[in-house]
């Protein structure tokens, strides 16, 4: 058998900014990623309450005090905002799987949707949560 | 190889190795995640803010017990190949395969301490109701 050839694949090329100008699409699409990665830091925050509600009244008292800060409520806030971005360009996702919604002026569209629809669903989510 | 059918010796030979395995595990995951998570905002929003026996009580429920013990499961798996994604577009080589590691490891992590949590949190609340 011949030595298999070790070939360094390119890393594919970030064209937003010096080569690409900011559009609906790129922009709507980098933010999908973006939300998605950042929701582990929900996680993160989350688990580790989780986890201090099973330890010492001390422990939970001390990072319940940090999920319950500003900074805490930002956090989780922020998340809810995330997710459901995330959770629209998803669906985003699977309508273009089917090879709908491919033309630039739909996916401009719902581009618009997912920010817009997103910052309501958020504002929802905060105010159900701060009635019940 | 005279028995191998055309077919068979082109499976793995792709950039992926896999086929399409990954990005249809993304798409299986997005759609249980779909269906998951609007609910899930709200369970465990609603959780936020209680004592920590309030808390306790909270999660010991059997449908938010579940609902997030399902979320942090195919949640995580699902960050884990998503975040594996973007590594493969900006990283190479002993980086990529570290960073990879890193994420796959953080999410097994995540998931363990929310389900040894939840487990606790049933005990616990048996053993506080049976205690009064
Ligand atoms: C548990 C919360 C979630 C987390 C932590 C998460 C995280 C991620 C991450 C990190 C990626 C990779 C993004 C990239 O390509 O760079 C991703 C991709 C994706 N997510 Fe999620 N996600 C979550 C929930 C959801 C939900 C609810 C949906 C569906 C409505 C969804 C649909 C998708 C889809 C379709 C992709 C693939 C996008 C692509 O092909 O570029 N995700 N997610």
Redesign the pocket.
């Known amino acids: 058998m011949a030595e298999p050839k070790r070939v360094e694949r390119p890393l594919s090329p970030f064209m937003i900014g010096p080569y690409y100008r900011p559009q609906m699409t790129s922009m709507s699409?980098i933010l999908?990623?973006?939300?998605?990665?950042a929701?582990?830091a929900?996680?993160v925050l989350g688990a580790w309450w989780l986890i201090a509600a099973v330890s010492s009244p001390g422990y939970f008292g001390f990072v319940n005090w940090i999920v319950t800060s500003w900074l805490g409520y930002l956090v989780f806030a922020g998340m809810a905002w995330a997710?459901w971005y995330?959770?629209?360009?998803?669906?985003?996702?699977?309508l273009w799987?089917t090879g709908k919604g491919l033309d630039i002026e739909t996916a401009e569209k719902l581009g618009w949707g997912a920010i817009i629809g997103s910052v309501v669903l958020t504002l929802l989510t905060l105010i159900i949560l701060a009635i019940f | 190889m005279r028995y191998l059918t055309d077919r068979k010796r082109a499976v793995g030979k792709g950039a992926s190795g896999s086929g399409t395995e990954h990005?249809w595990w993304?798409?299986m995951?997005?759609?249980?995640?779909?269906f998951?998570?609007p609910t899930?905002i709200f369970v465990f929003g609603s959780a936020i803010g209680g004592t920590q026996e309030e808390v306790i009580a909270h999660f010991a429920r059997p449908f938010p017990a579940i609902l997030t013990g399902l979320?942090?499961l195919?949640?995580?798996r699902?960050?884990?190949?998503?975040?594996?994604?973007?590594l493969e577009?900006y990283t190479q080589g002993s980086l990529r395969k570290g960073l990879v590691i890193l994420v796959y490891s953080l999410s097994y992590v995540i998931t363990a301490l929310v389900l040894y949590a939840l487990a606790k949190m049933t005990f616990l609340s048996i053993v506080l109701n049976s205690a009064n």
């Open positions: 699409s999908t990623r973006i939300t998605g990665n929701l582990i929900g996680f997710m995330h959770y629209l360009t998803g669906l985003r996702h699977l799987d | 990005y993304m798409t995951s997005s759609v249980a995640l779909a998951l998570v899930f979320v942090t195919v949640g995580m699902h960050f884990a190949k998503g975040a594996q994604v973007m577009d």
